[in-house]
């Protein structure tokens, strides 16, 4: 059984980095293999493009309708790279076991 699609609990940086993601592992790919790859409806997908599209982070490529294919640019690869570095350059202490966060002061 597959999993629910209906709710999502990513935030649209989330959605935004899982696609540029799925592009860069598997290549130029069309909008089902995005879908299915990165577990997002087609709206979703569609407005996620769109935006990623705009920020050039990828690139639509028309080959014949109705199945257009989606790169990820060079662009896209360098800023999926910083958002991999992130959790070296900034460590992040887990919690255990917490209710509230420590005292900052």
């Given amino acids: 059984m597959k999993p629910s699609r209906l709710k999502s609990s990513r935030s649209k940086l989330e959605t935004h980095i899982e696609i540029l993601k799925v592009l860069a592992l598997n290549g130029s790919s069309n909008l089902s293999k995005i ?18 599209i705009k920020q050039s ?27 991999r ?3 070296q350059a900034i460590p992040v202490e887990k919690a255990r076991g917490r209710r509230n966060p420590p005292n900052v002061s």
């Fill in 35 to 52: 879908m299915d790859k990165a577990n997002i409806n087609r709206s979703v997908l569609k407005e996620s493009l769109g935006f990623l």
């Fill in 57 to 83: 982070l990828v690139e639509e490529q028309i080959i014949e309708k109705p199945s257009n294919i989606y790169a990820v640019t060079e662009r896209g690869t360098n800023v999926l790279k910083y958002f």
């Fill in 85 to 87: 570095e992130i959790p």
